[in-house]
């Protein structure tokens, strides 16, 4: 903790130098790169620059001078928002170094993630999901981005099914003979492990 | 008039088709919209990026009568492809959609790399798109993938974007030149070996999320601009058809009442 707070502290002196603008009373002009705009006014006068993403972000704050009690979540999938800017108290993320517990004012990290379960702690509240892979990206503002290809909530999985596709991907595993084949079943073996503890545990 | 009264029908019929499959992937697409934003937050935006190898992704729609979406996407591609082609530097295309191909084939031929149709057969999902983008990676070198698309805003209107994804090595180039990456730095690492290879992960990742949202993107904006291209030209049809209706009739009129004015001479000559 002491290490993260001091490095909190050390950053706090160094102003903010991301391109995007965060005022929170102006929204009119979007953020946009200047300089983009320009060699590309010079280049194709007669036609207007494209849009990039950064017009349309939702801006994200600045890195607040004392730890904010709250961490800020976003939990994203391909097909949905599961959590937008949600305020929690702590979440337990499925590294592949091992399960990494996030509180406010955790150090900027980068983590991949492995098919695990995903903790949300809001009070006394916990909210588990299995989640099959992804990133976790952590800020130093105590935003938390979570993108994952698959998620569900745990009490969702059924065991009965999970046995036994852990049971096929088994065998699938022993009778594998190309390298494909075999990366293919250890990968439906971890999965479905992982999935077997998530219930069990 | 008959013709004219089958186009209206057949226009106020695409409206319809279009309305049904805009609403199913409207929501498909407001979901998505979530899906890129981490990414931009880390690893920033910079269309300015100065890089040798260029790609730029133009998607476009497979089937036509969808207004100007394919021409814009069309027009961006080739402002970029000339904004970043120079001495020692290299732009190529990547070509999604029919229509995008019909129009890139005829003059820059030599710098397409790789041509993709017929995505939409199926609906959309994060699978099929993420294939794709496997494929696109695995066939393509590229320093900066540049996406271009239409984003939807609303049934009438749409933005042309671009999306940049830039290689590993240049997001650590740029990382360690400062600048806008330079926060990259001060960032930890979990899991892999080395810093390159989650970077490695974490921008194929970011190319296939944004894919899949350019693409979600892309075919909403062009359901929508079918709506309001077929809406128009049923109107027209109708207009087309009121006046057509007007003037037989009034051709019909001055027919019968020629004929009348012959019949009534006619029998006053006799008479006299």
Not at chain 2, 158 to 165: A, G, K, L, Y
Request: include cysteine; charged fraction near 20%.
């Amino acid at each position: 903790m002491f290490r993260q707070a001091s490095r909190l502290l050390a950053r706090t002196t160094t102003p903010w130098r991301r391109s995007r603008s965060f005022s929170s009373d102006v929204p009119a002009t979007p953020a946009q790169d200047s300089s983009f705009i320009e060699s590309w006014s010079k280049v194709i006068p007669n036609l207007d620059p494209p849009k990039t993403p950064s017009s349309f972000m939702t801006p994200r704050p600045a890195t607040p001078s004392a730890i904010p009690s709250k961490l800020t979540v976003n939990f994203v999938l391909p097909y949905a928002s599961e959590l937008s800017a949600k305020e929690v108290d702590m979440v337990i993320v499925p590294a592949t170094t091992g399960q990494m517990g996030v509180l406010p004012g955790h150090v900027p990290t980068i983590a991949e993630l492995k098919p695990g379960i995903l903790s949300v702690h809001e009070g006394n509240d916990v909210t588990k999901y299995f989640l099959s892979s992804g990133f976790a990206l952590i800020h130093a503002n105590s935003v938390a981005d979570i993108i994952a290809v698959e998620a569900v909530p745990v009490d969702r999985l059924d065991p009965a099914l999970v046995q036994k596709g852990l049971a096929d991907f088994t065998q699938k595993l022993g009778s594998a003979t190309t390298d494909l084949e075999k990366a293919e079943a250890q990968i439906g073996v971890d999965v479905h492990s992982a999935m077997n503890s998530a219930i069990t545990g | 008039m008959k013709s004219v009264k089958n186009i209206q029908k057949i226009t106020k019929a695409m409206k319809m088709v279009a309305a049904s499959k805009l609403r199913a992937i409207q929501t498909k697409t407001e979901n998505s919209r979530g899906l890129w934003q981490p990414f931009t937050a880390l690893l920033g935006d910079l269309p300015s990026a100065d890089v040798k190898k260029n790609v730029v992704v133009a998607i476009s729609s497979d089937k036509g009568l969808c207004g100007g979406i394919n021409s814009t996407s069309v027009k961006i591609s080739k402002g970029l492809h000339k904004l970043n082609s120079g001495p020692e530097k290299e732009t190529k295309y990547v070509i999604l959609g029919e229509k995008a191909k019909a129009q890139l084939v005829r003059d820059s031929k030599k710098d397409i790399e790789l041509i993709i149709t017929e995505l939409q057969k199926n609906p959309l999902n994060y699978t099929q798109v993420s294939v794709l983008a496997d494929e696109i990676l695995k066939n393509v070198e590229y320093d900066a993938l540049r996406i271009v698309f239409n984003k939807f805003q609303s049934v009438v209107s749409f933005v042309p974007t671009v999306s940049t994804v830039l290689s590993p090595e240049i997001v650590e180039r740029e990382a360690e030149s400062g600048g806008k990456l330079g926060d990259l730095d001060s960032y930890e690492v979990e899991g892999g070996e080395t810093k390159g290879e989650i970077l490695q992960n974490l921008a194929e990742f970011q190319f296939s999320c944004t894919m899949f949202n350019a693409v979600l993107e892309n075919a909403c904006s062009e359901q929508g601009a079918r709506m309001s291209a077929m809406d128009s030209s049923s109107r027209n049809a109708g207009d087309m058809l009121d006046r057509l209706t007007l003037t037989y009739n009034r051709t019909r009129q001055a027919s019968i009442t020629t004929e009348l004015i012959e019949i009534i001479s006619g029998a006053s000559a006799l008479e006299g």
